[in-house]
């Protein structure tokens, strides 16, 4: 079978969860003796002054087809970001030089709808693999920008408010004139328009996909109550191997202490502020947290935190890791921590702390609560609630039994090897 994997970015510059994705799925079917080409974007500040460039390579024996266009010639970019053309363009001349069975879009940030829309004008059945709410939510997570999180029915004036208040220019008075600036936020009729002409376009592009795959039930049912056709969807949770992971690496080393870790991403909507404040709360406890993840990309909320943590030897930033160490890392871990502030879908973390023996306390808050069982193979806390945090790890202090009975309740975890068996099932249904 031909396969087109579609994905906003592609390693080697680019590592990010939907990229690991794309690079594990296109490994494993090339192993399964699918021929599997990938379509992506490189670089969006350079280009010629219309279209869009690009340049053929292999990365880990994987074709992979890399995009670059120059988003500052651009002269509508809010209709651009979804339906870009340029992307369209060389999409629809892949299909025609490659004619895949099948187009696998993972996630659509950046590549825009137009693949699908491309894909579908040339009888090229395709799937979609959701990763985020990027189809209803410019912003991706459903978070607005004062920190609130979006619920259904979209509003397009909340919207056009949200996007707005990005700015300082709208974000001050706002809080100076709240009544005076939701007056003025209604009036806004242009950009309520391209908020709703956005969510219109992208519903009827959804609608038109042959199967989307949706790795959470809570992220699925989401956009079904935003409007897509349920017959179109199809659950699948993310595998996840760890082939060097032997019996003996699930030991957990001795420790005096009780060992938390957060790892992932440091930035505002994972909440690790609140975990650091939650340690505040338990000034003498025998705690150690170490918190892994890159500092750069947000450096005013890296130092927010350091400013938080203090001169608490107990804390402990250990900057990036690999994936290949994880098992190592989690060998000295007793529970990991996720205290995100969004509604996350389906966090790999989660999975890979399962596949460790790991139990984790998380937000009791959208996919995370689905995967996480309170006080079963994990324990839940109300989202952004400092002290509930600390309560909770208050009792794994005073309940030493309750870490141990944590991890024998953690599920087994599907492995790589089973969503493939999946995906090649909903090739071969769409292609019938």
Avoid at 79 to 100: A, M, S
Wanted: charged share 20%.
């Amino acid at each position: 079978m031909k396969i087109l994997i579609g994905v906003h970015h592609f390693p080697p510059h680019y590592s990010g969860g939907a990229e690991q994705r794309a690079l594990r799925t296109a490994t494993a079917l090339q192993q399964r003796n699918h021929q599997i080409k990938v379509i992506c974007v490189e670089h969006v500040d350079r280009g010629p002054d219309q279209g869009a460039v690009w340049e053929d390579d292999t990365y880990q024996g994987i074709s992979v087809r890399r995009l670059s266009f120059n988003l500052s010639k651009v002269t509508d970019r809010v209709t651009f970001e979804y339906n870009n053309p340029w992307i369209q363009q060389q999409l629809e001349t892949i299909l025609r030089e490659e004619n895949p069975h099948v187009f696998h879009l993972i996630g659509g940030y950046l590549l825009s709808a137009s693949t699908l829309l491309g894909a579908y004008q040339n009888n090229t059945p395709t799937v979609l693999t959701l990763t985020d709410f990027w189809f209803l939510c410019p912003r991706i997570t459903l978070q607005r920008s004062d920190g609130s999180l979006s619920t259904l029915p979209i509003n397009p004036v909340i919207c056009a408010r949200c996007l707005g208040e990005t700015s300082r220019r709208y974000r001050i008075p706002a809080k100076i004139f709240p009544a005076l600036m939701e007056a003025y936020w209604r009036r806004q009729t242009t950009k309520i328009r391209q908020v709703q002409t956005r969510l219109d376009f992208l519903k009827s592009t959804l609608n038109r996909v042959d199967r989307i795959i949706y790795p959470s039930q809570f992220l699925g049912d989401i956009y079904v109550q935003a409007g897509v056709d349920r017959q179109r969807m199809a659950f699948c949770r993310q595998g996840q191997d760890f082939p060097d992971l032997s019996p003996d690496k699930l030991l957990k080393t001795s420790s005096s202490s009780l060992r938390l870790a957060y790892m992932g991403q440091i930035a505002q909507l994972k909440g690790i502020h609140v975990l650091l404040e939650a340690m505040k709360q338990l000034p003498s406890a025998p705690l150690k947290l170490t918190i892994y993840g890159d500092e750069t990309p947000f450096p005013a909320y890296t130092q927010r935190l350091h400013q938080i943590a203090g001169n608490d030897p107990r804390i402990v930033f250990a900057g990036r890791y690999q994936r290949q160490e994880i098992s190592h890392i989690l060998q000295e871990v007793d529970i990991v921590v996720m205290p995100s502030l969004w509604y996350e879908n389906s966090p790999n973390i989660i999975l890979e702390c399962f596949a460790h023996r790991t139990p984790v306390i998380a937000s009791n808050l959208g996919g995370m609560a689905e995967l996480v069982q309170h006080d079963e193979n994990g324990l839940l806390f109300s989202p952004g609630n400092t002290q509930d945090l600390a309560n909770q790890i208050q009792r794994l202090l005073d309940e030493p039994d309750v870490v141990r009975r944590l991890q024998a309740g953690i599920p087994p975890v599907k492995g790589l090897s089973q969503e493939i068996d999946e995906l090649e099932s909903i090739y071969a249904d769409i292609i019938r």
